[in-house]
């Protein structure tokens, strides 16, 4: 090959290059221009503009109300745990439980169900910051615990 032609290919793909690169400057210029009619292209890009301002102050409004949505969420129940078991050892079913019920700041009840032949006897105690002023079974204390491990989720 000779250098002329080495010369000349070297010409054809930068033409080819610029060429690509043109045509993608003119479309893109013809997609924002579209529509426009003469000395109309101000009043387009004024309403780019507006449309921006817009949107900026709604993402600002939309931010302040996830916050308050995130500040409000924290007492919706997040957070449930539930333990299983037989309190009469073998003999029996696992027909008894404990259930804990919490919100995003460890704030709720738990609930123990203890099934025997003759009654059923059913136990509600309040949970604040994740402890209760009464005293808790093991049982308790595992659902409590499962629902405070199975809670922890961003919100």
Known sequence: MSGQTIILIAIAVWLLALSVVFYWILRHYLRLVKGAKEGNLKKILDN??????KNRKDILRLEKELISFRAASQVFVQKVGLVRFNP???????????????????????????HARERTRVYVK??????????????????????QKNGNYEA
């Open 48 to 53: 780019i503009v507006d449309l921006e301002t």
């Open 88 to 114: 009469l050892g073998d003999f029996g079913g696992e027909h008894s439980f404990s259930l804990a019920i919490l919100d995003g700041n460890d704030k709720g009840f738990l609930v123990t169900s203890i």
């Open 126 to 147: 309040p949970v604040k910051n994740g402890k209760s002023k009464y005293k808790l079974s093991k049982e308790e204390e595992k659902a409590l615990n499962e629902a």
